[in-house]
């Protein structure tokens, strides 16, 4: 199912990914979220992860990321096997390699604009360049909040504060889930044309997203249903990928009234 | 509306708790020494004892004074800070459309349930209370003709007055402000909201400064009939308004207190950064944690002084200890209920530090750091307030204020510097433990 590829410019590899989470009040039994997944994600590259509400796509993305631990299968990121890190050293590898944009909720209340762009740099114990930080602030047209706290931005002016951190400290992978979804048209693309920026440089990025149009601006598309992976298929035509996602989303339904 | 309320305090079951624990423990202390005022009077008037009557007034009154205020200062401060904290759902209240009165009202129920609540738990810790007094001034020395605490109706009605009047004189402006707050800013400003005087402090701080300022005239400028005690017994009234004063004032003192102070430190290690953002964003919350503590060590520092200055006077830690222990009770339990009531927003930054690769270590280490600042910052706040003490009481009592500070306790006051660095560091320690833990996908869903 994989795009061909030789294993030299991979970036994430999953195999046989299984994840369960204990359903309250029901000692024992749990509810399988995701299924024997296999997805390989090539560096340098835009991946969209797309698929109906609930079928695992965040869940995938925080597995992923080494913030969930799956109950079954291997993750290789970069080469490493997360489950071979323990906590510490998963927060470590975080830091130096991956970094963040989730739809809401980017940032640390406590800290101003400019301390929250920094802030991955200061944990990973890097000096931060002073020059990058205004930089990155400057391209995203954020440099008059800089002393801001997050609270006190739009939507919009948060979702580039968090793009800003991103490009700032230029981390070997980023992982965005709906970075757009809260947004308006406008500042949605400006979001998205950073996404898409970020691959030139050698960054992998890592997109789920409900909007076809966004994710037709992805290299590779995949598409999930119910914890499954349906489909993976070239980005380009948002025609195609929402009918994929229609797809799969009556393949998951057929498969609810028949269990 | 009651469904709407109480599937609320369900929610915030953790957090209403120990503001009620806070709000019985003040109760429970004010009612306590009132009790054991009036049993110690009773008995007193009882043997015809006319110098046991003016004693008992004497120390009863004092206690009863420091307790009561005490124990109202920290608690209204507690209970303010539960329902400021909890804006968020208010707002939503109102944008389901329940009208801004109805809300308030709501609040003032909530608040008179917690106070009586409080009041009734209150009821047999109070009597302990005033049973442990009693037995401590007999110790001290005064002959109490064997009066013993019995129930008495009033005894309940004390305890609840107790519980209910701290409660609305912090809950009144957090419950106005609820109902008039926008929507949308109460939805949106994670930070606490800012602090304005209000009508009620303003007239309060006035009489404060009024009386900082009618003790300290004739206390250090006039000559007094009589003579120097006189002059030293209104300097030391003048301090107590004044630390009242400062305390009320907390948030344009304690603050700019915390913030001087750790802008003075250097801050390489990223978890002290962390947890110093935390605090100054935090300021309400920070405020309302260091008070208690900085309440209780500054009475003591006075007390050393005022000890240290009136000749044969009192200063060893049993006699302070009669007199400020509930303060102290009453104090650390607040500071520790404060330190308990972690709010959501805390909860969603640690999730998010460690989504950017905090260590756990770092996590942890940045909240147990928050109850250091919060210490430090009382410590301080004592030491400015016992520096100030010396000064006008030495110049009260006409003796130099340099062999006034020589001669305090000093060891005893470093040990209980000691005690209010450790309390909160230990009450941090589990929060800190969790925060590490944080399960990062759950508290981003959430
Ligand atoms: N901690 C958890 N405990 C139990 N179930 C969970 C937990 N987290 C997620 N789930 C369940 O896992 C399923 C997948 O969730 P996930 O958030 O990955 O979906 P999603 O594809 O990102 O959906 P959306 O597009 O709406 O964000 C959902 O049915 C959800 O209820
Ligand atoms: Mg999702």
């Known amino acids: 199912m994989p795009i061909e590829s030789n ?79 323990n906590t510490r050293q998963r927060a470590t590898f975080r830091s130096e390699h991956i970094g963040f944009v989730f739809q809401d909720y980017n940032l640390v209340s406590s800290l101003s604009v400019e301390e929250n762009i920094a802030l991955p740099a200061r944990l990973a114990g890097h000096k931060v360049p002073k020059k990058r930080i205004r930089e990155a602030m400057e391209r995203l047209g954020i440099e008059k909040l800089a002393r801001r706290r997050p609270d006190r931005l739009s939507g919009g002016e948060r979702q580039r504060v968090a793009i800003a951190r991103v490009v700032a400290n230029q981390p070997r992978i980023v992982f965005a889930d709906e970075p757009t979804g809260a947004l ?41 249903g119910s914890g499954h992976i349906h489909q993976v298929m070239a980005g380009g035509d948002s025609h195609a990928i929402a009918d994929a996602i229609l797809a799969a989303q009556a393949v998951a339904d057929t498969a609810e009234v028949s269990a | 509306m009651i469904r709407l309320v109480m599937a609320d305090v369900r929610h915030q079951a953790a957090m209403w708790l120990w503001t009620v624990l806070c709000a019985a423990v003040g109760a429970a202390c004010s009612a306590g020494s009132v009790i054991a005022m009036f049993t110690a009077l009773g008995a007193a008037q009882h043997a015809g004892d006319a110098s046991m009557v003016t004693a008992a007034i004497a120390l009863g009154g004092n206690i009863v004074f420091f307790t009561v205020l005490a124990s109202v200062g920290v608690v209204a401060s507690t209970v303010g800070l539960t329902l400021t904290s909890q804006r968020r759902e208010h707002a939503l209240w109102l944008v389901l459309g329940v009208p801004r009165r109805r809300v308030r009202s709501v609040l003032n129920i909530e608040l008179t349930v917690l106070g009586l609540v409080a009041g009734v738990l209150a009821l047999p810790l109070a009597l302990l209370v005033a049973a442990v007094a009693l037995v401590q001034w007999t110790n001290s020395g005064l002959d109490l003709h064997g009066a013993s605490i019995a129930f008495q109706p009033w005894h309940l009605g004390a305890a609840v007055a107790a519980g209910v009047f701290p409660c609305f004189v912090g809950g009144w402006g957090a419950a106005r402000r609820a109902s008039k707050t926008p929507e949308m800013r109460a939805f949106r400003e994670n930070a606490d909201p800012s602090v304005r005087t209000g009508v009620g402090r303003s007239v309060l701080a006035f009489c404060l400064l009024a009386g900082v300022v009618g003790m300290w005239l004739p206390g250090l400028g006039l000559e007094l009939s009589g003579g120097l005690e006189q002059r030293t017994a209104f300097a030391f009234a003048g301090n107590l308004f004044l630390v009242c004063l400062l305390l009320l004032m907390g948030p344009w003192v304690l603050t700019p207190l915390m913030t001087l102070w750790t802008a003075v430190v250097p801050a390489k290690d ?8 935390s605090c100054r964003t935090r300021a309400a919350r920070s405020v309302t944690t260091v008070l208690p503590f900085a309440l209780a060590l500054s009475m003591v520092g006075l007390f050393m002084v005022i000890g240290n200055a009136m000749p044969g006077g009192t200063a060893g830690v049993g006699d302070v200890l009669v007199v400020l222990g509930w303060v102290f009770v009453v104090s650390w339990v607040g500071g520790l209920a404060v330190i308990a009531l972690v709010g959501r927003e805390r909860h969603r930054d640690s999730a998010l530090l460690s989504v950017a690769g905090a260590r756990p270590g770092v996590i942890a280490r940045s909240t147990l750091y928050e109850g250091l600042i919060y210490a430090i910052t009382a410590i301080l706040f004592s030491l400015i307030t016992l520096l100030i003490a010396c000064w006008t009481i030495a110049l009260g009592a006409r ?45 981003l869903r959430s």
Not at chain 1, 35 to 58: E, F, N, W
Not at chain 2, 416 to 441: D, G, Y
Request: glycine share 8%; aromatic share 4%.
């Open chain 2, 399 to 443: 003796v130099s204020p340099l062999n006034m500070l020589s001669g305090l306790p000093w060891l005893t006051l470093a040990g209980l510097a000691a005690m209010t660095l450790a309390t909160p560091c230990a009450a941090l320690l589990w929060p800190a433990i969790a925060a590490s833990r944080t399960n990062v996908s759950n508290a």
């Open chain 1, 184 to 224: 308006d048209l406008q500042s949605g693309h400006v979001v998205l044309d950073w996404l898409q920026a970020l691959p030139a440089q050698g960054t992998t990025v890592v997109m789920v997203t409900h909007d076809p149009l966004a994710a037709a601006r992805a290299d590779q598309v995949v598409v999930m």
């Open chain 1, 7 to 85: 294993s030299a410019d991979l970036c994430i590899r999953v195999r046989g990914l299984h994840m369960a989470f204990p359903v309250p009040r029901r000692g024992k039994e749990s509810a399988q979220i995701l299924h024997d997944i296999d997805l390989d994600i090539l560096q340098g590259r835009l991946t969209a992860i797309v698929g109906p509400s609930g079928s695992g796509k965040s869940t995938l993305l925080f597995c992923a990321a080494g913030l969930e631990e799956p109950t079954g299968g291997t993750i290789e990121v970069l080469g490493v096997e997360l489950g071979s890190l």
């Open chain 2, 270 to 277: 990223v978890a002290w950064r962390l947890a110093v953002h």
